[in-house]
Nanobody
Framework: QVQLVESGGGLVQAGGSLRLSCAAS????????MGWFRQAPGKEREFVAA????????YYADAVKGRFSIYRDNVQNTVYLQMNSLNAEDTAVYYC??????????????????WGQGTQVTVSS
């Protein structure tokens, strides 16, 4: 059974940085892609970033391009989201997700098969 466990969330001041981790287990993810989504109170879940596990190619939402970086560690089976220059609009619960058998990442949440429990990121202004 695929399991995704996020960590690294917390409270940070505007302009600060956080690194989220998503530890994946339960299968070999070489033909899959991984994504990060977020959901703020009263808003729909939105795409943040995704990565192809096979070639590491990243994809970003316009709102985070240039500030966030997604990368993976094949040995540790972990995907990271480095978040810099955080602002209050980045406050949300961040979710890691896996799209099984999808080599090229999707920006649509319904394309993802497994989800982590989420980790809270709060940016104080």
């Amino acid at each position: 059974q695929v399991q995704l466990v996020e960590s690294g969330g917390g409270l940070v001041q505007a302009g600060g940085s956080l690194r989220l981790s998503c530890a994946a287990s339960g299968r070999t993810f070489s033909t899959d892609s991984m994504g990060w989504f977020r959901q703020a109170p009263g808003k729909e879940r939105e795409f943040v970033a995704a990565i192809s596990w096979s070639d590491g190619r990243p994809y970003y939402a316009d709102a985070v391009k240039g500030r966030f970086s997604i990368y993976r560690d094949n040995v540790q089976n972990t995907v990271y989201l480095q978040m810099n220059s955080l602002n209050a609009e980045d406050t949300a619960v961040y979710y890691c997700a896996a799209a099984i058998g999808r080599l090229w990442p999707s920006t649509w949440s319904f394309d993802y098969d497994y989800w982590g429990q989420g980790t809270q990121v709060t940016v104080s202004s």
